[in-house]
């Protein structure tokens, strides 16, 4: 399964660079794809750079593109079913800046306090 993973996530990543023109989706990453064990659907997690409004464009650009996308992976897998893209915004990047800036506010407390 992770190699399935990683060959989708990297042939719409491919596909997203070289050839969508689309300007909302400039910015985006696709950081990882599960696939369902029956490789019918698969959810696609992507970051964005910016605010929440340009998560918000990047995914609409993405759901734009579906079908182009789609095609891509049909193209240049050989799967016997082509999994069904969902795409969800990667949450986990933010969570580990916070945890980050939560723990060096903790190492700083301690340290004047000594």
Same mark, same amino acid.
């Given at each position: 399964?992770?190699?399935?993973?990683?060959?989708?996530?990297?042939?719409?990543?491919?596909?997203?660079?070289?050839?969508?023109?689309? =300007?909302?989706?400039?910015?985006?990453?696709? *950081?990882?794809?599960? +696939?369902? =064990?029956?490789?019918?659907?698969?959810?696609?997690?992507? *970051?964005?750079?910016?605010?929440?409004?340009? !998560?918000?464009?990047?995914?609409?650009?993405?759901?734009?593109?579906?079908?182009?996308?789609?095609?891509?992976?049909?193209?240049? +897998?050989?799967?016997?079913?082509?999994?069904?893209?969902?795409?969800?915004?990667?949450?986990?990047?933010?969570?580990?800046?916070?945890?980050?800036?939560?723990?060096?506010?903790?190492?700083?407390?301690?340290?004047? !306090?000594?």
């Amino acid at each position: 399964m992770r190699r399935v993973n990683e060959v989708l996530r990297q042939v719409i990543s491919d596909a997203i660079t070289n050839d969508l023109s689309d =300007p909302r989706l400039e910015m985006a990453t696709v *950081t990882s794809v599960d +696939t369902t =064990p029956d490789l019918r659907h698969a959810k696609v997690y992507f *970051t964005v750079l910016g605010d929440d409004e340009a !998560k918000a464009e990047a995914l609409k650009g993405l759901k734009r593109a579906h079908s182009v996308l789609q095609g891509k992976v049909a193209a240049e +897998t050989r799967m016997k079913h082509t999994p069904a893209l969902a795409f969800e915004y990667d949450e986990s990047i933010e969570s580990g800046m916070r945890i980050d800036a939560l723990l060096s506010e903790g190492a700083e407390a301690d340290g004047k !306090k000594e």
